[in-house]
């Protein structure tokens, strides 16, 4: 990657953190201009473009990002939470599986699986997801991640 490119992904990372979606979009769009083989970039564009509804678009990057690096376990993750958000939750089901597949500790697609089998009224496993996510938040020291997890174990234990 260009610094150039590089720099427009740096600005377009502090805007998203600033909240400023539409800033964040035309960087990383600059930085995709100038290098559209960083899958990193259209990941964190396309989570941009969630934080604004824009699902398609979101999806497009997500795939875009999985067609550039097939191992890119964070865009299969949030193209999971995409196609939850859109209800396609058996499309959801398997980018949050192909994550933990590619990456056994990736504690977040654990809770995104266990949302769509309490989604599908699957508690053992979405029990069996969320205790592996708890753990691994433990471990990982990931207090939002952890106080996620428990939520949802809540709520499956308040549905049976």
Known sequence: MSIIAENHKNIGSEYTIKGDYDKAIAEFSKAIDLDPKDAI?????????????????????????????????????????????????DKALADFSKAIELDPKFAEAYLGRATIYISKK???????????????????????????????????????
Request: hydrophobic share 30%; proline share 1%.
């Open 41 to 89: 970039t259209y990941n964190n564009r396309g989570v941009n473009y969630d934080k604004k509804g824009e699902y398609d678009k979101a999806l497009a990057d997500f795939l875009t990002a999985i067609e550039l690096d097939p191992k890119y376990v964070q865009a299969y993750n949030n193209r999971g939470l995409i196609y939850d958000k859109k209800g396609e939750y």
């Open 122 to 160: 699957e508690g053992k496993k979405a029990e069996d997801d969320l205790n592996i996510c708890l753990k691994l938040a433990r471990e990982q020291r990931n207090i939002n991640l952890l106080e996620n997890c428990e939520k949802e174990l809540k709520k499956l234990n308040s549905l049976y």
